[in-house]
């Protein structure tokens, strides 16, 4: 069983997004670290970008802050590799495809493999058009992460199919963001998903608060939160990792205990 697979045995999981250096490297190390010991399942670290174009303005602050305090990809990887040093918890990267790209499909997947990457989400990249860096994903052993829009309804089927690692579901139309309500018919879009994956799937954009999670997690294998935390982030600066553990540690319970 790999680590992803190991996140959602016999549990949902509860899903953690963070950017990689913000506010800064040390803080980025502390605050994903936090989320760990509070009991996340997985932790998608994000590789910051200067044209988030799936963000709401939350992540696209705290890209601007990382890349302003010197945030690169090698240094994502250095930072990932810390994390790695510490817990056997999956590591999934988020970023465009720039950034993959500009670093070299093989080169960047090989160093995913290197320091224990388990799987890659880019928002940007159509699930028609994954092939050419999927082949380099599949040489490394690195899960390409699917993800199903309320939109997709006609390619349910065949992203579901073949989908690696879990589905990424998206709850909502637009960019990421906290929401207060989340209206899509997600039950319906789960029911389709659950006849073609061979994979958990778990549900991401705008959920922030125990009531959501616990809903999503009815609905799905597990729940996503990012621009939540780093709201979190944003108000604290360096002096977040204390909140960021009793946030996690609310949602992690409301899931878990689905």
């Given at each position: ?15 953690a ?19 760990v ?11 910051p970008f ?37 817990t056997?918890i ?25 320091i ?76 389709s998903?659950k006849?073609?994956?061979?994979v ?25 939160v ?33």
């Open positions: 069983m790999n680590r992803i697979e190991n996140a959602f045995k016999n549990k949902k999981a509860f899903i997004f963070l950017t990689a250096g913000d506010p800064t490297f040390d803080s980025s190390f502390e605050n994903i670290m936090s989320a010991k509070a009991g996340a399942d997985l932790i998608e670290i994000g590789i200067s044209d988030p174009i799936a963000e709401g303005v939350v992540i696209q602050g705290a890209d601007l802050r990382a890349l302003k305090s010197g945030m690169t990809t090698d240094r994502a990887f250095e930072l990932a590799k810390m994390v790695r040093k510490e056997e999956p590591l999934v990267f988020m970023t465009y495809l720039n950034p993959v790209f500009k670093y070299g499909y093989d080169r960047f997947f090989a160093k995913c493999k290197e224990g990457i388990d799987g890659l989400i880019c928002p940007d990249m159509p699930f028609e058009e994954k092939d050419e860096a999927d082949a380099f994903a599949k040489k490394h052993g690195i899960s390409i992460i699917s993800m199903i829009a309320p939109t997709s309804e006609e390619r349910i089927k065949s992203i579901a199919e073949s989908a690696e690692g879990f589905l990424y579901i998206v709850s909502s139309m637009g960019v990421t963001g906290v929401r207060s309500e989340i209206k899509t018919d997600l039950a319906s879009i789960m029911e998903v006849k073609y994956a061979k958990p799937a778990a549900i991401g954009f705008g959920v922030s608060t125990t009531e959501q999670a616990d809903k999503m997690a009815r609905l799905s294998d597990g729940v996503i990012g621009s939540a935390i780093v709201r979190i982030i944003e108000k604290f600066g360096e002096k977040s990792a204390p909140e960021i553990y009793k946030f996690v540690k609310s949602m992690t319970d409301a899931v878990h205990s689905i």
